[in-house]
């Protein structure tokens, strides 16, 4: 019985280390070349405390276009300009989207925001929006005042408990926070007297 258990045990393991292989030439087969890595950790092994020149080095062997797992996350590596260039700029729109964090992905309607909305007409429209209608500057110089007025919130906050140790930190983020918001909702997410601050960076931080 210990016997049988024993070759399982060595069948399972085998199995372990060839399956990935079968799976790699079969979902991969369109991918650049790149060096093998290792089940789970993938070619994490493979870049050392200089991960530059280890790129470099493998650019050498498998061309300036390759192919690296980064454990479950399969990458691709551009290293000479021609290669950049055919990414960022002939086929930009083809690489313009990029995967959504799982702590992003798990907000309500993660699609909906500027950042990870994906990049078609409706980025573009959005960005557009930004550019000529809230971040002109003819706007900024009309909510010029809203910037004077939360710093002289903040000057007055630090004022009153100068006798106690402030976070200025966090009393930075939370000027900064208000600053966006009056810019586009014009409404203040953190009280004037920052007592809501704690729980508004605890809820920011975990995005």
């Known amino acids: 019985m210990e016997a049988i258990h024993i070759f399982l045990f060595c ?5 372990f280390f060839i399956r990935p292989k079968f799976l790699r030439k079969s979902n991969t087969k369109n991918l650049p070349p790149g060096p093998n890595g290792l089940p789970i950790i993938g070619n994490l092994h493979q870049l050392g405390p200089r991960p530059h020149e280890t790129l470099s080095a493998m650019a050498k062997e498998f061309g300036p276009l390759m192919t690296l797992k980064f454990g ?3 990458t691709i590596v551009a290293s000479s300009a021609e290669t950049t260039k055919e990414i ?3 086929h930009d729109q083809t690489f313009s989207n990029r995967p959504v964090p799982d702590s992003v992905a798990t907000q ?4 909906g925001t500027l950042a990870w909305v994906p990049g078609d007409h409706s980025w573009r429209n959005r960005r557009r929006i930004c550019s000529t209608q809230m971040f002109t500057s003819q706007r900024l110089d009309l ?3 809203f910037r004077h007025k ?4 903040l000057i007055a906050h630090i004022n009153k ?3 106690t ?9 939370a000027t900064t926070l208000n600053l966006i918001s009056n810019t586009i909702f014009s409404v203040d997410i953190v009280d004037p007297d920052f007592e809501q601050l704690r729980n508004s960076r605890n809820l920011f931080g975990g995005l």
Do not use: N, W
């Open 108 to 111: 309500p309607h993660p699609e």
């Open 165 to 173: 140790p402030v976070d200025i930190g966090s009393l930075a983020f």
């Open 72 to 74: 479950s996350v399969t």
């Open 143 to 145: 909510l010029q005042h």
């Open 88 to 90: 960022l700029h002939t």
């Open 150 to 153: 939360k710093v002289h919130q």
């Open 11 to 15: 069948i399972s393991l085998i199995l």
């Open 161 to 163: 408990y100068k006798d």
